[in-house]
């Protein structure tokens, strides 16, 4: 049983500062996290390899690939000191590499890795909130897709995953290869293991073997590097207005709690 | 001078700051409220290789040097004084001291269970008429074939009361005092003649547990001697010095701590129609906090950088202990003026954070032991040899 | 009154659209609710009109399922010129396969400049496999457009950090550009029932789902969620009465229900749902206070909430200072109108 999961930064939000006034962002404190949800990934892969070690502890291998350009291994070695067997640094993606064109490099990465059975991936990003390198790499690869799991268990030629419906959650399945989506903070994310971490950033012992360097000109042709998507701009929420006070009768002024909760609650 | 962490401290860092975040701090208040250790905590720290943070991997550690442990209690000390208690007693004299002076089996079969968290450590010296008299301690040892033959009574005694394997000081020649008569022995808490006697009712710390030692007729094999007869003052001394590097470092997270929660609070504040934060003596205590701070940090890391590269520290390490313990209690003072009543009321952390500092000027070596320490390294480079 | 003349013109609009071909037009794919067409997809045709009225191209929108030829009309009457259908019992259910070659095919004979998705389960599953395959780009959870009519670019924004601040990017080379836009961000349009038209029915050739429905997910738990860290919380102060409505209230927001020490000492919440700095710290999007005075410590448990509406019959309680929205009034007359609104 061979996962990939896909992991990327963020920069944490409690670092930056959004000045609504003069439309100006401040990043007070530059720190960078793991997408929570790709976490959560990354914890559900564990977890498959921890079950099917108790079968058969040489079959269960975990890849860690990167979601997007990065300017070091940090998050790579992150993961392998989390757990994961092996992972690949990707050099030389365009920094303004999108999905469009990162799910072509990582499925071009995953067939040079020899193909694999589950890819498991963060269903949305904390930042942009974009859900789409998951199912933009399904295509990619031909391969069916399960998004927003809550839960995954892969065994022998099938993945089965708990995800949510309007009336509670339920159980879908889809035979192997495929690609899963996982829901963020729905899976506890473990620590790194000390000795492992310790060894991973030092450069010493077998783990730090595991992390491999590729070029993504090797993979994919320069052509299909251009990325689709550019930045045009930057828009600011109304400034924030207190003490906004409803008027009318109590009915009207339901009517207008109504409709500002509405909008913010139901989705 | 490159004065960066170097990768696998920076990460390791994260990680514990993340633990302690997550595992310690919703539990902080809790163990205080209930006088509980938090086993539960250090079953979790063992499993992700804490608990043996400074040891080689050969015996079970982690690898991350004096550095590692004291980015440890940095980061425990941020946030769970107790715990960091709980810990820096287990890793720093519990283990470290059979790390220093144990023999090739009493590491395999001591250290290694000890860091790999499988089994709890304890340092056992102080007695109700030796605290900082270390050496006036009256336990007595006596020879018995293959067996020393322990008597004697232990007050203040930390984690004693739940470790596996405490390493114990008695006396071997009462003719000899601190120069050959004392001697170093391990002990397993399943050893017939030893019992935890009273717990003592502190006033802060009370996720850690002190407790009363009694051996009484306690049998203990020749082979489990650490070091050599008659050379357990050494010993201590040896283990002591490293571990009140570590202690500071939890006093460093402890302050840090204070002024994150008092800049938080006068950020948020107002009074008079303006946050604290634009009064100038806030501003004030919040400078002279923050300096203290870095200060003390620029001298624990240092420190720790002197311990892993083999360098004599022992009277710098006493500076760590002597300031790093008043600058915690002076920062934490402050940040509980800046809150005014609210730092007051038990529901709040500060106040706890103000009763669990208080100790770190007493234990481990008293304020008047490390100035001691001190000054007398300072005077012996003068020709001056002076006592305590 | 003659209404003769006004009935010759009536007629004369019921024209039917002209159902362009030869390609482009901004398209919608309409998502179907309980029988109906979702609120989202007629707010994405009104922008889709918008967009194309700029671009001088056609709306067009596509039904997918089982017996939703009936809905065609609906399309038309929000704006549309042309709509296709595919009504066929493979596609009953969402699933991914059955839909997706539907639309392909659609696509590839028809070469649209701009496809809309709702930004629903549907738009999730759908956009970026189309987007992939079609190589088109893809912008998710819009919340504006605008037209950059020189390229025929759409420049959409969407949030950041849950709305922090929101980019504004746009696919400028390469066709087509998808959006999934976000319910309730973008007007409704205006339905015009004069408005009519043939839809065209499209060939639906099935195609087995890959993706398996196995049954409830018996004993799954999902992870209990801190109250520090809960998304929308309902509390409740000592003019809330009693507990009664807070909880009504939370449960119709799915939200958690807490208080301030007031609440506690009149013994309707625990002590670990006490909301001040003594207590819990919450950062929530939705934080209702019910009855809540709001002291100087309440106030500062509460600063990272997102949006604060506050009820409460004193008109200079403090909470109102806080508050996004402050409602004067009784929470026990208030509130039952309020969880009746919200249905």
Redesign the interface.
């Given at each position: 049983m061979r996962v990939v999961v896909i992991l990327g930064r963020v920069l944490d939000?409690g670092g930056?500062t959004?000045n609504?006034r003069v439309g100006r962002?401040f990043i007070n404190r530059e720190k960078y996290i793991l997408q929570p949800a790709d976490r959560c990934a990354l914890e559900a892969a564990l977890r498959i390899k921890d079950s099917a070690d108790c079968s058969n502890p040489t079959d269960a291998e975990v890849i860690a690939l990167p979601r997007g350009p990065l300017p070091d291994d940090d998050v790579l070695r992150q993961a392998l000191a989390t757990g994961a067997d092996r992972a690949v640094y990707l050099v030389g993606s365009p920094a303004q590499a999108?999905?469009?064109v990162m799910?072509r490099v990582l499925a071009a990465t995953v067939e040079q890795l020899g193909g694999a059975d589950l890819v498991l991936t963060g269903a949305t990003t904390?930042?942009?909130?974009?859900?789409?390198?998951?199912?933009?790499l399904?295509?990619?690869l031909g391969w069916?897709?399960?998004?927003?799991a809550?839960?995954v268990r892969a065994a022998g030629e099938r993945v089965?995953v708990?995800c949510?419906n309007k009336t509670?959650?339920?159980?879908?399945?889809?035979?192997l290869p495929?690609v899963v989506t996982v829901t963020p903070?729905?899976?506890?994310p473990r620590y790194p293991d000390g000795v492992r971490l310790v060894n991973v950033y030092k450069g010493v012992g077998e783990i730090a073997a595991a992390l491999e360097q590729w070029e993504v000109a090797d993979l994919v042709d320069a052509e299909f590097l251009k990325p689709?998507?550019?930045?045009?701009?930057?828009?600011?929420?109304p400034m924030?207005?207190?003490?906004?006070?409803?008027s009318g009768t109590?009915?009207e002024?339901?009517?207008?709690?109504?409709d500002?909760?509405?909008?913010?609650?139901?989705r | 001078m490159d004065f960066t962490f170097s990768p696998e401290h920076v990460a390791l860092r994260r990680m514990i700051r993340e633990f302690a975040e997550n595992e310690m701090a919703?539990l902080a208040m809790e163990l205080d409220r209930e006088k509980r250790v938090p086993f539960e905590t250090l079953k979790k720290m063992a499993k992700i290789g804490l608990l043996g943070v400074c040891f080689p991997q050969e015996y079970g550690g982690m690898g991350a040097g004096e550095t590692g442990y004291c980015i440890l209690m940095e980061e425990l000390g941020r946030v769970c004084t107790s715990t960091a208690v709980n810990v820096g007693t287990h890793i720093g004299i519990g283990a470290t001291v059979i790390y220093l002076d144990g023999n090739e089996a009493q590491r395999k079969k001591y250290l290694t269970p000890l860091a790999r968290g499988e089994k709890i450590g304890a340092f056992v010296l102080t007695e109700s008429d030796a605290g900082s008299d270390a050496a006036a301690i009256r336990t007595r040892a006596v020879r018995d074939g293959d067996h020393w033959i322990l008597n004697g009574t232990k007050t203040f005694n930390t984690n004693g009361s739940y470790a596996d394997i405490l390493t114990a000081m008695a006396v071997t020649d009462p003719t000899l005092g601190a120069r050959g008569g004392i001697t170093a022995f391990i002990i397993e808490s399943d050893m017939p003649g030893f019992t935890v006697g009273t717990h003592e009712n502190k006033m802060g710390i009370l996720g850690s547990a002190t407790a009363e030692l009694v051996f009484e007729d306690m049998r203990v094999p020749h082979e489990n001697v650490l070091g050599k007869v008659g050379e357990g003052f050494i010993s201590f001394m040896k283990t002591l010095d490293m571990g009140r590097l570590t202690l500071s470092a939890a006093a460093l997270g402890g302050a840090e701590m204070a002024l994150e929660m008092a800049v938080r609070w006068a950020k948020?504040?107002?009074q008079f129609g303006v946050e604290l934060a634009h009064k100038q003596s806030v501003q004030w205590m919040i400078a002279d906090m923050a300096t203290e701070i870095e200060a003390l940090r620029s001298l624990i890391y240092r420190v720790a950088w002197m311990v892993d590269t083999g360098q004599p520290f022992s009277q710098l390490a006493a500076m760590c202990k002597v300031y790093g313990s008043e600058i915690a209690s002076r920062a934490i003072d402050m940040a509980l003026q800046i809150h005014g009543g609210?730092g007051f009321?038990r529901?709040?952390p500060i106040e706890r954070a103000f009763r669990d500092a208080r100790i770190s000027e007493i234990f481990e070596g008293t304020s008047e032991i490390q100035r001691f320490v001190i000054a007398s390294n300072i005077f012996r480079e003068h020709g001056v040899r002076i006592r305590p | 009154m003659d209404t003769s003349y006004l009935d010759l013109l009536m007629a004369q609009q019921e024209e039917v659209a002209e159902e362009a071909t030869g390609g482009g037009g901004v398209w919608v794919v309409a998502d179907v609710a309980d029988g109906a067409v979702a609120s989202v997809t007629l707010e994405a045709i009104g922008t889709a009109r918008t967009l194309a009225d700029s671009l001088g191209a056609y709306v067009y929108g596509v039904l997918l399922g089982e017996g939703i030829t009936d809905l065609a009309p609906t399309l038309y009457q929000a704006g549309a010129d042309g709509v296709r259908v595919a009504d066929h019992p493979a596609l009953a259910q969402l699933a991914?396969?059955p839909y997706q070659k539907v639309l392909a095919d659609l696509f590839e004979a028809e070469q649209p400049e701009v496809v809309i998705f709702g930004a629903t389960a549907q738009g999730?599953?759908l956009?970026?496999?189309l987007?992939?395959?079609l190589?088109?780009?893809?912008?998710?959870?819009v919340t504006?457009v605008s037209l950059?009519e020189s390229t025929r670019t759409v420049?959409a924004?969407?949030?950041?950090?849950?709305?922090?601040?929101?980019?504004?990017?746009?696919?400028?080379?390469?066709r087509p550009q998808f959006l999934t836009i976000e319910?309730?961000a973008f007007p409704a349009p205006f339905i015009d029932s004069y408005r009519k038209g043939e839809p065209t029915l499209l060939d639906v050739e099935p195609v087995a789902p890959?993706?398996?429905?196995?049954?409830?997910?018996e004993g799954?738990e999902?992870?209990v969620?801190?109250l520090a860290q809960a998304p929308?919380i309902v509390a409740a102060g000592r003019q809330a009465g009693d507990l009664e409505l807070v909880k009504q209230l939370a449960t119709a927001?799915?939200?958690r229900v807490a208080g301030d020490r007031g609440a506690r000492d009149a013994g309707w919440i625990e002590a670990e749902q006490i909301v001040?700095?003594?207590?819990v710290t919450v950062a929530p999007?939705?934080y209702?206070a019910v009855g809540i005075r709001g002291d100087?410590?309440h106030n500062?448990a509460i600063?990272e909430a997102q949006?604060?509406?506050a009820?409460h019959p004193d008109p200079d309680a403090p909470i109102?200072?806080?508050?996004?929205?402050?409602?004067?009034?009784e929470p026990q007359?208030?509130v039952p109108?309020?969880l009746e609104?919200?249905g």
């Open positions: 939000p930056i959004v609504r962002i999108d999905d469009a799910a904390l930042d942009t909130g974009q859900s789409q390198l998951g199912p933009r399904a295509e990619a069916p897709q399960i998004v927003d809550w839960a089965e708990v949510q509670g959650y339920v159980i879908h399945d889809a035979d495929a903070g729905s899976l506890k689709l998507l550019e930045q045009r701009g930057r828009d600011f929420p924030r207005e207190r003490g906004a006070r409803a109590v009915d002024m339901a009517q207008a709690a109504a500002a909760l509405y909008r913010r609650v139901s | 919703p948020t504040r107002k609210l009321t529901d709040f | 991914l396969e999730q599953e956009a970026p496999r987007a992939q395959a190589g088109g780009g893809l912008i998710e959870h504006a950059d420049q924004a969407f949030p950041i950090y849950g709305g922090e601040y929101f980019e504004i990017v746009a696919c400028p080379e390469a319910p309730d890959s993706v398996r429905v196995v049954g409830e997910a799954f999902p992870p969620v801190p929308v927001l799915d939200g001040d700095v003594r207590g999007e939705v209702v100087t410590f500062a600063e949006f604060i509406l009820i109102f200072e806080m508050a996004d929205l402050c409602l004067e009034a007359e208030i109108v309020l609104l919200l």
